[in-house]
């Protein structure tokens, strides 16, 4: 009962909403999953600012391009910071682009966006191996003379390798079993990130940790497409790097050098 006073106090400091219950807030109301047309049910009886609780946790939710394009513009101080979740902190720790916050997130932006840039994003290279990519799925279907089949999997595929392409450096085999493995883990994560398993786990991750569920395939996900990358990295180290940077590890790995070279002069300046 105490927690139920406690949550309906703390909700006068926010836009209004559903009543939230104990514990779980209003996951009922939204049927344990952040589905966009219940959110815009709930816009028009609330209003296009308004809050919903996921367990004791309070989101707001903006509706419609006005509200969405006052909150950018007119208090864009205000919403620069990125939420954080027990989902989002135990696969990325904080670090990357999508997950980082302040500091580290301006400096991995402005990096990566530089990177791109420079891998010919928006130019003419990009489009080359793009159309590569096109003329071998072509290739694919006409190989099928006609059967019927899913062509999800190959477009899928053919995206996947353009990544790969400007990430790795190099492109996968139709046939290549770990690039199928990357592909899955990858569906594993994004599918299971809005589910009802995920929305439980940010709630009660202390007893989510101990329960099976689809929920860990996230992170057996996770922990696949890290040790696929990690592979790549020792890869591009031991086949020594080439005079100018050929993909975003390379990138990353002479940021690395130049980082660690300058912390060590540092050192050496100050001991002097």
């Known amino acids: 009962m105490a927690h139920y006073f406690k949550l309906q106090w703390l909700r006068r400091k926010y836009p209004p909403g559903p009543t939230p219950l104990p514990i779980i807030g209003n996951l009922w109301t939204l049927g344990f999953v952040l589905h966009h047309e219940i959110l815009m049910q709930l816009a028009k009886t609330y209003g296009n600012i308004f809050t919903v609780w996921l367990g004791h946790k309070p989101v707001?939710?903006?509706?419609?391009?006005?509200?969405?394009r006052d909150a950018l513009?007119?208090?864009?101080?205000?919403?620069?910071?990125?939420?954080?979740?027990?989902?989002?902190?135990e696969l990325t720790k904080g670090k990357g682009v999508v997950f980082s916050s302040g500091n580290n997130w301006k400096q991995q932006?402005?990096?990566?966006?530089?990177?791109?840039?420079?891998?010919?994003?928006?130019?003419k290279s990009v489009e080359v191996r793009i159309q590569e990519e096109a003329q071998?799925?072509?290739?694919?279907?006409?190989?099928?003379?006609?059967?019927?089949?899913?062509?999800?999997?190959?477009?899928?595929?053919?995206?996947?390798?353009?990544i790969s392409s400007v990430v790795f450096g190099h492109r996968f085999s139709r046939d290549d079993k770990e690039f199928h493995q990357l592909i899955e883990a990858n569906d594993n994560i994004v599918n299971n990130l809005n589910s009802k398993w995920a929305m439980l786990y940010d709630i009660f991750p202390w007893l989510?940790?101990?329960?099976?569920?689809?929920?860990?395939?996230?992170?057996?996900g996770n922990a696949f497409m890290m040790e696929f990358v990690k592979k790549e990295m020792k890869s591009h180290k031991e086949n020594g790097m080439s005079e100018e940077p050929q993909d975003v590890i390379d990138f990353y790995q002479t940021k690395i050098s130049q980082?660690?070279?300058?912390?060590?002069?540092?050192?050496?300046?100050?001991?002097l």
């Open 109 to 123: 932006r402005r990096f990566v966006l530089m990177t791109l840039r420079n891998l010919g994003l928006g130019k």
């Open 136 to 162: 071998s799925l072509v290739e694919f279907f006409a190989m099928q003379r006609g059967k019927s089949l899913d062509p999800a999997p190959a477009i899928i595929q053919s995206v996947a390798n353009v």
């Open 60 to 68: 707001v939710v903006l509706n419609g391009c006005q509200a969405v």
């Open 208 to 220: 989510m940790r101990q329960l099976p569920g689809p929920h860990n395939n996230i992170f057996k």
């Open 73 to 89: 513009i007119s208090h864009s101080e205000e919403l620069v910071g990125r939420p954080t979740t027990p989902t989002s902190e």
């Open 259 to 271: 980082v660690s070279i300058a912390a060590a002069t540092l050192t050496a300046q100050f001991w």
